[in-house]
């Protein structure tokens, strides 16, 4: 027999031996891959059924959980509806009982997720102004004290007027108006507190503009004596005599009897002039038409 038959052969030969040993092995595992494969019928599967629980049922334990003051575990069970019966009726109530216990809770951002939730699923139904309320709420409690920043109070400043502006009538918008002048106020300190800095330091355009922004936009809040008061400082400083005057003017008509108008006059009667409104001064503008302050303020 010839080397190249030779070869062949046992070429031949060896891939036999392969073959059997590789059906061996194949054979051999029949065992341990039937013991990982989970689609083996010498095993039964048998799948967990979970029984449905009624929307009633669930929605009046998330009101026991409330009566407990679980507010979370509340709000847990309320956003369960949402999962397990979409777009019912359950689901909606459930949302806005879901705002309700997570701001209950002292869960703002929850809350105001929940809230701005219902606002978007469900504008024109009869607990639209309580998301509402709720959303305007949930920033004006994390409202910080005037040395921080006042993000929060402008969020409730906004939140607020929208609640006021879609639902004037609604049985929140009394209580907003309240919180409105509180956030308002909040804000208008903060403008102080920079306008008195700014002045102390005799950076007198930087005072004008925070004094500016108190009697433009926060008329109706405490600090606008004050305010129109420190204008007269900053405008005589300036040798801007007639602005100061109007200032005083406007004072000394929509306060009277204040003690900061007593100080804005003495000022300018220690410079050689008195009180005396420019209709044309942006100051007289901000007030034209608008109530006496000190009578809004009763």
């Known amino acids: 027999m010839s080397f190249a038959k030779v070869y ?3 070429r031949a030969a060896a ?30 599967y048998k799948p967990e059924i979970v029984a449905d629980v009624p929307a009633e049922e669930i929605y009046n334990d998330g009101l026991a959980r409330i009566q407990k003051r679980d507010f979370e575990g509340a709000a847990k069970k309320f956003n369960s509806l949402d999962r397990q019966y979409p777009y019912s009726e359950w689901a909606r109530k459930g949302l806005i009982m879901e705002a309700y216990a997570t701001y209950e809770g002292g869960l703002y951002e929850e809350a105001i997720t929940a809230s701005k939730r219902y606002l978007q699923q469900h504008p024109n139904t009869a607990d639209a102004a309580y998301a509402q309320y709720l959303l305007a709420s949930s920033y004006y409690d994390q409202i910080p004290d005037i040395t921080r920043d006042q ?18 009538r609604s049985e929140y918008a009394a209580d907003a108006k309240k919180k409105l002048q509180v ?6 300190g903060k403008e102080m507190e920079v306008g008195r800095f700014y002045l102390q330091k005799r950076n007198y355009s930087g005072a004008i503009n925070r004094f500016r922004t108190v009697v433009s936009r926060y008329q109706t809040t405490r600090h606008t004596e004050e305010a129109l008061e420190r204008l007269t400082e900053a405008y005589m400083a300036m040798g801007i005599v007639s602005e100061a005057q109007t200032a005083a003017a406007v004072l000394g008509h ?31 503008k901000a007030f034209r038409g608008v109530p006496q302050v000190s009578q809004r303020a009763g």
């Open 15 to 44: 891939g036999r031996a392969l073959l059997v040993g590789a059906c061996g092995l194949a054979l051999a595992g029949c065992d341990t891959l039937s013991s990982i494969n989970p689609f083996d019928k010498s095993e039964t």
């Open 151 to 168: 993000a929060a109070s402008e969020r409730a400043i906004a939140a607020l007027q929208e609640l006021i502006q879609r639902y004037p």
């Open 183 to 188: 956030a308002s106020d909040q804000l208008a």
């Open 8 to 10: 062949l052969s046992l």
């Open 254 to 284: 929509n306060f009277p009897d204040s003690p900061w108008y007593k100080d804005a006059y003495a000022l300018l009667t220690k410079g050689g002039v008195e009180p005396r409104e420019d209709s044309q001064s942006w100051i007289s």
